[in-house]
């Protein structure tokens, strides 16, 4: 299957602003790529790369004066499989972890493990180690919040999601990280594309999308609880421990986000 993904970013800067960009599709599917995934903008505008902490790659550039546009529209391979599910993944001991697996295991800025320690093994200390806690902690919270558009706050943390009920899938990703973390099972914050692909279409217009990967059995493992069940065509763009190590735009001043476009759609179905 293949896919046609990007974006269309307007901003507009009063003054000359330094930005960085978490834009560019993880470098575990550069491959698949069938053609690239340039980060154009307009007026054009010096730009360099590095990966950060986490491998993700990042774009540095100086937005100057007025609108800045900045886009990309590419494709992708993809297999066209939903979501694995394994059912025998098994918890591993903390002492028996990957030493890359632990920083994923810690409190961070959106999830609050200490805060949350002693709700989540109340909920969920009953339930067997492995796939089957993590699979009742996605459920759990996929019930517990209302998703919607308006209940977003770049400020939110997982446990005022808890208290409040509501959110967007950031918010339904960073409560399931802090249960899993808190449980000793590692969590990490994933973001990217996730089109309608063998689902409905919805009415409303596109946006990213947060999920988390847990480690179970000696691998990483998808999982979603703003959707609960297996997709199609998830394209990552960055990882990290929440949502304040990928932001999509880091400006360093003052900007307004005046237009935002996302699309992912298979090859052959209407395009943005």
């Excluded at 069938?34 to 990966?51: C, K, N």
């Excluded at 939903?82 to 800025?109: K, N």
């Excluded at 596109?206 to 691998?219: H, I, P, Q």
């Amino acid at each position: 299957m293949r896919i046609r993904f990007g974006y269309e970013l307007i901003y507009a800067c009063p003054q000359s602003t330094p930005m960085i960009l978490t834009l560019n599709v993880h470098y575990s599917r550069v491959s698949d790529l069938l053609s690239p995934d340039h980060i154009l903008t307009q007026p054009a505008v010096p730009m360099t790369a590095y990966r950060d902490g986490f491998g993700n790659w990042c774009s540095r550039l100086v937005a100057p004066p007025g609108d800045i546009r900045i886009t990309a529209d590419a494709i992708i391979n993809d297999s066209g499989l939903p979501d694995a599910v394994d059912p025998m993944a098994f918890q591993h001991a903390v002492e028996d972890l990957p030493s890359e697996t632990l920083v994923y295991l810690q409190g961070s800025r959106y999830c609050e493990t200490d805060r949350l320690s002693e709700t989540a093994w109340s909920l969920f200390g009953q339930t067997p180690p492995g796939w089957a806690r993590v699979q009742a902690i996605s459920d759990f919270v996929h019930q517990h919040i209302t998703f919607g558009y308006q209940y977003a706050r770049a400020t939110k943390t997982a446990l005022e999601v808890y208290q409040e009920r509501s959110g967007v899938c950031r918010d339904y990703t960073h409560l399931a990280i802090a249960f899993c973390r808190c449980l000793n099972i590692p969590a990490r914050y994933c973001t990217g594309y996730l089109g309608d692909i063998g689902v409905p279409p919805t009415p409303a217009p596109m946006d990213f999308s947060a999920w988390l990967e847990v480690y179970l059995g000696g691998r990483w493992h998808t999982l979603d609880p703003r959707n609960r069940v297996p997709r199609i065509g998830r394209v990552l763009i960055a990882q990290g421990r929440d949502a304040a190590d990928v932001p999509l735009s880091n400006a360093f001043g003052p900007t307004t986000l005046k237009s935002f476009r996302v699309w992912a759609d298979e090859v052959g179905t209407s395009g943005p």
